[in-house]
């Protein structure tokens, strides 16, 4: 059972950012919880607009009876985080880079801040987020969502539970759970790219893309994604621009994805 089988509550606030995971939990509290409200946070970094617009077209998918109106927070770290590569989507970190590049300080405190605040205001008592155990970064531990739990309660005065319940998944595990879901809707791009038909692609060449692409190799999920650049999988089968599948096996000689050009 992913959810926890001692929840009472019947509403429950999903942090939702687009990405596999969240989308994917989002679909999955609709089986537990009468009213899910998908809450996005937006901060200011160079994604969002791409992040926010797919979505919103899952969600839309998706719909049934219990699914809230997306609610959308601002709250910007352009100001704090200054000429950052998040901010200015320049120098964005690439398929060489490890998970570590990728690290947004401070990222799941901004977002459960305003979010708690949110959700004290509208008697939501349950806040939940898609973080896998993988997740390296110091504020996505057991002990920082124990203690940013209990110190939110004394905050607002009112009793609030944080729950990860695919904290035990990897990201292979996620897209199989969610196979039957429009994963295509999904976006993990840091680095988006805008087609010919106004639609966001994903890069195919950043970080986060990388980890899309293997994860999706490895679930044995069909990966329906649009992409902006070819991708030669790890299974050297190549993914063309726009996302139709070429039959044509990439060159053994030349099987990583950044030599693909």
């Avoid at 609030?160 to 039957?180: M, Q, S």
Wanted: charge should be negative.
């Amino acid at each position: 059972m992913l959810i926890p089988g001692d929840m009472q509550a019947t509403s429950v606030a999903v942090l939702v950012s687009g990405g596999v995971e969240s989308a994917t939990l989002t679909a999955l509290c609709l089986s537990r919880f009468g009213r899910v409200h998908p809450v996005y946070v937006r901060c200011g970094l160079a994604w969002e607009q791409a992040e926010e617009a797919c979505l919103r077209r899952f969600l839309d998918h998706i719909d049934r009876p219990g699914l809230q109106p997306l609610t959308t927070i601002e709250l910007t770290v352009r100001d704090v985080y200054g000429p950052h590569w998040s901010t200015t989507g320049q120098d964005v970190p690439d398929d060489t880079t490890p998970d570590e590049a990728v690290c947004l300080p401070g990222r799941n405190l901004i977002l459960l801040s305003k979010t708690a605040i949110w959700c004290s205001l509208k008697g939501i008592s349950t806040i939940a987020l898609g973080h896998l155990g993988t997740n390296p970064f110091p504020d996505a531990t057991d002990g920082f969502f124990s203690r940013l739990e209990e110190l939110l309660c004394v905050a607002l005065d009112f009793p609030l539970r944080i729950i990860r319940p695919l904290a035990h998944l990897r990201k292979p595990d996620v897209i199989r759970l969610g196979a039957d879901l429009p994963l295509e809707c999904t976006f993990s791009c840091i680095h988006p790219v805008a087609s010919s038909d106004g639609e966001y692609l994903h890069c195919a060449r950043c970080n986060k893309c990388a980890e899309r692409i293997a994860a999706f190799a490895e679930s044995g999920v069909v990966d329906r994604t649009r992409y902006g650049n070819p991708v030669c999988r790890p299974d050297r089968t190549v993914l063309m621009p726009g996302g139709m599948c070429n039959s044509v096996r990439a060159n053994t000689s030349s099987n990583r994805r950044e030599d693909v050009s």
